[in-house]
């Protein structure tokens, strides 16, 4: 059974950083890309950032220049670097990854439990 850790949030101020980490553990054959995403009250789920098992990664706009995703391959483990954060950045973060658990599996999405980004202003 696969299982994915989020660790890192928690409340700052504007302005601030915070550094998220999440950890896949049990039954992994291989990771593809690995990511996070956002929901915030009242709206859908988005993409924050995403990179693949070679390190190519892709922001959305609102990000871009602040946040930073990175990846250790051998801990199976995604990180996101948040900096000069804003209160528009409040929201329940998630990580995703794309994994095949075994050999003879399919690729699948698995998610976190999320964890809780508040930024006051």
């Known amino acids: 059974q696969v299982q994915l850790v989020e660790s890192g949030g928690g409340l700052v101020q504007a302005g601030g950083s915070l550094r998220l980490s999440c950890a896949a553990s049990?039954?992994?054959?291989?990771?593809?890309?690995m990511g996070w995403y956002r929901q915030a009250p009242g709206k859908q789920r988005e993409v924050v950032a995403t990179?693949?098992?070679?390190?190519?990664?892709s922001y959305a706009d609102s990000v871009k220049g602040r946040f930073t995703i990175s990846r250790d391959n051998a801990k199976n483990t995604v990180y996101l670097q948040m900096n000069s954060l804003k209160p528009e950045d409040t929201a329940v973060y998630y990580c995703n990854a794309h994994l095949r658990p075994s050999f003879s599996s399919s690729w699948s999405n698995y998610w976190g439990q999320g964890t809780q980004v508040t930024v006051s202003s």
């Open positions: 049990g039954s992994i054959f291989s990771i593809n890309t």
């Open positions: 990179i693949t098992s070679g390190g190519f990664t």
